[in-house]
């Protein structure tokens, strides 16, 4: 998911906005949509416990490309109204163009930072408890067994098994 929105992101921030680059964007939202969809469905069918609070900032999460790309189409209106158009009558519609003015390494690392604390580490966070949960139901799942196999054993010993 973090690729979904990353890269989109990523050609932001060092290219012009344009039809090309909107297509990306768009496409990335959609994608990441959809990804967002089948993981909470795939949580939820899970064995792991799903609890409103992380129902909630799923749906928050989600709702974040498509802010974004709300922002910065009305921040581009032109390169909208010539994406509608197909990029018509504009040379540099499909391809990337490095911006004008760039973005300072500064600027470009106080992002990293911030998308290192504000999104790797929940998401580290969430697989850190999807693991704690797999390896939870494998062990019980083996305890079962063994309480299983243990209860035929003392069941075969004393003849009632026969």
């Given at each position: 998911?973090?690729?979904?929105?990353?890269?989109?992101?990523?050609?932001?921030?060092?290219?012009?906005?344009?039809?090309?680059?909107?297509?990306?964007?768009?496409?990335?939202?959609?994608?990441?949509?959809?990804?967002?969809?089948?993981?909470?469905?795939?949580?939820?069918?899970?064995?792991?416990?799903?609890?409103?609070?992380?129902?909630?900032?799923?749906?928050?999460?989600?709702?974040?490309?498509?802010?974004?790309?709300?922002?910065?189409?009305?921040?581009?209106?032109?390169?909208?109204?010539?994406?509608?158009?197909g990029g018509r009558c504009d040379p540099d519609a499909w391809r990337l163009v490095p911006r004008r003015r760039p973005l300072s390494?500064?600027?470009?690392?106080?992002?990293?930072?911030?998308?290192?604390?504000?999104?790797?580490?929940?998401?580290?966070?969430?697989?850190?408890?999807?693991?704690?949960?797999?390896?939870?139901?494998?062990?019980?799942?083996?305890?079962?067994?063994?309480?299983?196999?243990?209860?035929?054993?003392?069941?075969?010993?004393?003849?009632?098994?026969?």
């Amino acid at each position: 998911m973090m690729a979904e929105v990353g890269i989109p992101i990523a050609l932001t921030l060092r290219y012009e906005v344009n039809p090309l680059l909107l297509s990306v964007q768009l496409g990335g939202a959609a994608v990441h949509e959809a990804t967002a969809l089948w993981d909470v469905r795939t949580a939820v069918g899970s064995e792991r416990e799903v609890k409103p609070i992380e129902q909630h900032i799923h749906s928050f999460l989600e709702s974040l490309p498509f802010g974004a790309l709300a922002a910065l189409m009305c921040l581009h209106a032109d390169q909208v109204k010539s994406l509608l158009r197909g990029g018509r009558c504009d040379p540099d519609a499909w391809r990337l163009v490095p911006r004008r003015r760039p973005l300072s390494r500064r600027y470009l690392a106080g992002i990293a930072a911030a998308i290192g604390t504000c999104v790797l580490l929940p998401y580290g966070e969430e697989l850190l408890r999807c693991v704690r949960a797999a390896r939870r139901n494998r062990k019980n799942e083996n305890d079962k067994h063994v309480r299983s196999d243990a209860a035929h054993w003392s069941a075969d010993r004393s003849g009632k098994g026969r």
